[in-house]
């Protein structure tokens, strides 16, 4: 039974390119939600996603983050017009259900803006 | 403001030896509290969940008591192995949310040498 899986595992992008995050939840798992770890910070939550419903988005930053969960496919987490301080460690997390349920993580995006 | 803290920001200890990570937060109104790992360059594992009706949860070599009053959560780890070593993060329900919006602490960056 996979894991949550996450790609591409590391990426790098010069100043005002688009990057694209991909994750698939474990099997079963409907919920989706996205942290980003910053470099020596904790991770920050960003958006909580049910397929084709974003749920909370209190994370993410106003501009150039958007994030989806079509009925087919994994979520994606995109980002435009990257800057250096989007240099991070994003982790996807699945949960099978939206309450109390455990969360799993992935092994994480690490993305790095030269 | 959702805030966790976590002591101590480190901890070497040698083999064998019991250890006690704490964990501590602001917000009573929680609904779960969970335990994490995280190797380096590695995503997080989740270790034990806390419902916040429970006092505490075991598995294995690892006990994690909650009390919500204090606000505070540890985490003993018995018998420790250098196979422990890593960082432990806590983390809880963030806002009195149901779902998987989680604050987190910075983490203990444990080291456990034969």
């Known amino acids: 039974n996979a894991g949550v899986m996450q790609n591409p595992r590391h990426l790098v992008r010069r100043r005002g390119q688009e990057a694209r995050l991909r994750c698939s939840p474990m099997?079963?798992?409907?919920?989706v939600y996205w942290y980003r770890q910053l470099p020596e910070e904790g991770l920050k939550f960003m958006v909580y996603l049910q397929k084709e419903n974003i749920i909370d988005e209190s994370g993410m930053p106003k501009e150039r983050f958007s994030a989806e969960f079509p009925k087919e496919g994994p979520s994606i987490l995109r980002i435009q017009q990257v800057v250096r301080g989007d240099s991070a460690a994003y982790f996807c997390a699945s949960s099978m259900d939206g309450g109390t349920g455990e969360l799993f993580f992935g092994e994480g995006s690490r993305l790095t803006v030269l | 403001k959702q805030e966790v803290t976590q002591i101590p920001a480190a901890l070497s200890v040698p083999e064998g030896e019991n250890l006690v990570l704490n964990c501590s937060f602001t917000?009573?109104?929680?609904?779960?509290l969970q335990w994490f790992r995280q190797d380096p360059g590695k995503g997080l594992t989740s270790l034990l969940l806390i419902q916040s009706s429970q006092r505490e949860q075991t598995s294995g070599r690892l006990n994690a008591s909650l009390d919500k009053s204090s606000g505070r959560s540890t985490l003993y780890i018995a018998a420790s192995q250098p196979g422990d070593s890593a960082t432990y993060l806590c983390?809880?329900?963030?806002?009195?949310?149901?779902?998987?919006?989680?604050?987190f602490g910075q983490g203990t960056i444990l080291t456990v040498h034969p």
């Open positions: 099997k079963g798992h409907s919920h």
């Open positions: 983390a809880y329900n963030a806002g009195g949310t149901s779902y998987g919006k989680l604050t």
């Open positions: 917000d009573s109104a929680i609904y779960n």
